[in-house]
């Protein structure tokens, strides 16, 4: 159980075009979900919070008008990535938290991530 | 100062060993730990978390905390190399309830556990 997919696996896309990731909780319903982004060799940042129907958080210095974000259902959210540029090339995660009463109430649970490459 | 330190390794051991991995932090708002376990290119898998002070076991795993010293240990008995993988410590406050979902990952150990 817990299962978390995110499509594409990676990306390879040309500066200045937007690339869309979806992020799914397969097997239960996702209140809140997360993105992060991994620079090679660093650890994840948190870069915005989703909650379904509602605004996404940004943490400070994430600029909510390059990456918008979606929580449309409960167990799907996505990430665009508008007007990408080499800078914006990394390791994108997404996790999900099940939200339900109980010992993992808090647990986050990961996707495999997508590689953004931009050229 | 970070609000988490993990010394990243490289960390190289023989099939069999006891590995110990290490965090600290620098807040005492944090009261919610957890350690991550991520293969090259994939993302993380929670191995284990804990709200307390002392010693959690799960297998061949045992976490520990102490946060008089606000420090964290993750321990693997009898490692395999299948073991062998990027460690991550993570964080958060915990206030009402709940952790908000802040979550602040160290920076992660690799570890290798040879054949």
């Known amino acids: 159980g817990a299962v978390v997919s995110q499509h594409p696996s990676r990306v390879i896309c040309k500066s200045g075009t937007s690339v869309k990731i979806e992020c799914r909780s397969l097997?239960?319903?996702?209140?809140?979900m997360f993105w992060y982004r991994q620079f090679p060799k660093q650890s994840l940042m948190l870069m915005a919070t989703?909650?379904?129907?509602?605004?996404?958080?940004?943490e400070q210095g994430v600029e909510k008008d390059k990456f918008l974000i979606n929580h449309a259902s409960l167990t799907l959210s996505t990430l665009t990535v508008t007007s990408a540029h080499p800078e914006d090339s990394s390791f994108y995660i997404c996790?999900?938290?099940?939200?339900?009463?109980?010992?993992?109430?808090?647990?986050?649970?990961f996707g495999p991530g997508t590689r953004l490459l931009v050229l | 100062q970070k609000e988490v330190e993990q010394d990243p390794g490289p960390l190289s051991v023989p099939e069999g060993a006891i590995v110990s991995l290490n965090c600290t932090y620098s807040?005492?708002?944090?009261?919610?730990f957890m350690w991550y376990r991520q293969y090259s290119r994939k993302g993380p898998e929670l191995l284990m978390y804990t709200y307390s002070s002392g010693n959690k076991e799960d297998g061949r795993f045992t976490a520990q905390v102490d946060k008089s010293s606000k420090y964290i240990s993750l321990f693997i008995r009898d490692s395999q190399p299948s073991d062998s993988a990027t460690y991550l410590c993570?964080?958060?406050?915990?206030?009402?309830?709940?952790?908000?979902?802040?979550?602040?990952f160290g920076q992660g150990t690799i570890l290798t556990v040879h054949p």
């Open positions: 996790s999900a938290q099940p939200g339900l009463a109980g010992n993992n109430q808090e647990t986050q649970y």
């Open positions: 807040n005492s708002a944090f009261q919610y």
């Open positions: 993570a964080i958060a406050p915990w206030a009402g309830g709940t952790s908000y979902g802040k979550l602040t």
């Open positions: 097997d239960f319903q996702a209140t809140t």
């Open positions: 989703s909650n379904e129907g509602s605004k996404a958080t940004y």
